[in-house]
């Protein structure tokens, strides 16, 4: 087994350049070990785009930058196939998406189509072009990036989209003492230039083997799919969770105990990663719209109303 301690060191070289948020970048290594994706959705300027470089060049993968704009068509994203004049036969040129980490930087830009060749990749870790499927590089993950205002010119994603992350974070503001040192660290050099990779490709996939060991209780199992059914069942929710969260928030609970040197899933794990993972996949009634409620105040009915392992029967 990988020692988690050299996982945690990416960590240590991403917040040479993301100062203080340590949550936010341990949610994206959670996600990597997961074998999940991340959507970032803040306002700008709070170092989203920055932040997925970071992870990539700390984890010692391959990253790629897709800009994403209007303009940007679904082959750049997956490839294409075109002909070989000296052969005769036609070859495949591979797109943005060959790699290990695609930030997909402002993807809710990009046009419907755009976004939706996207959707096998993620789920599928493969892309088929012209009716020929090609696997992705292992380990892969998507970090898609958002600005939470400024909607003109912009494409929301669908639903079934938004069920393919596996989390949503926002980074948020700094503090003052935290900006202070930001803008001191830049004052000469680009702090980024300092990262250094702490793992190759091999060890994140070994770790990825330890975090699918990590054990689950019953108990628990059946703890995480009552959570996720509760946001079915709440009067407020229009669409709740599906059972693909339930797969999702059971993974992102395991790698959530392995960081913490677990070999197990304790119910916390879950309660933790529950804010991180189900959100972003419930849509509110308009009646509790008006009622300005949110899909934190449903989860929190929905934890209260679910009586934790170990304490049933008691």
Do not use: W
């Not at 917040?15 to 990597?32: F, N, P, Q, S, W």
């Not at 088929?128 to 998507?142: A, E, I, K, Q, Y």
């Not at 059972?243 to 916390?268: G, I």
Request: overall charge neutral; glycine content about 6%.
């Amino acid at each position: 087994m990988i020692h988690n301690r050299k996982i945690q060191q990416i960590a240590d070289e991403v917040e040479k350049v993301i100062i203080g948020k340590r949550d936010v970048v341990t949610m994206l290594l959670i996600a990597l070990l997961s074998g999940g994706h991340v959507l970032v959705e803040d306002v700008p300027g709070t170092g989203k785009t920055t932040l997925a470089a970071a992870m990539g060049k700390a984890a010692g993968l391959v990253s790629r930058r897709a800009q994403f704009t209007p303009d940007v068509t679904a082959s750049d994203i997956t490839g294409f196939t075109m002909l070989n004049k000296e052969s005769g036969n036609f070859e495949y040129r591979p797109g943005m998406v060959m790699t290990n980490i695609l930030l997909a930087d402002e993807i809710n830009r990009a046009t419907p189509k755009t976004q939706s060749a996207l959707l096998e990749a993620m789920e599928e870790q493969t892309v088929t072009v012209d009716g020929v499927t090609h696997r992705l590089p292992s380990p892969f993950m998507v970090i898609a990036t958002q600005n939470e205002l400024g909607y003109v010119g912009t494409f929301p994603l669908p639903e079934a989209q938004l069920d393919r992350f596996m989390m949503k974070v926002s980074v948020g503001y700094p503090t003052i003492e935290q900006e202070v040192g930001i803008i001191a660290d830049r004052r000469k050099n680009d702090p980024f230039e300092l990262i250094i990779p702490t793992c190759t490709r091999e060890d994140i996939l070994t770790a990825k083997d330890d975090v699918k060991d990590t054990n689950i209780e019953p108990s628990v199992y059946r703890y995480i799919v009552e959570i996720v059914a509760g946001t079915r069942a709440h009067p407020a929710v229009e669409l709740g969770a599906s059972p693909r969260a339930s797969l999702a928030l059971m993974r992102a609970a395991q790698s959530y105990a392995f960081l913490n040197s677990r070999p197990y899933v304790v119910p916390e794990d879950v309660l933790r990663m529950t804010p991180f993972v189900l959100p972003h996949r419930i849509r509110l009634t308009q009646e509790a719209k008006i009622k300005r409620a949110d899909t934190m105040d449903v989860l929190r009915d929905v934890i209260k109303a679910v009586k934790p392992p170990f304490t049933r029967g008691k």
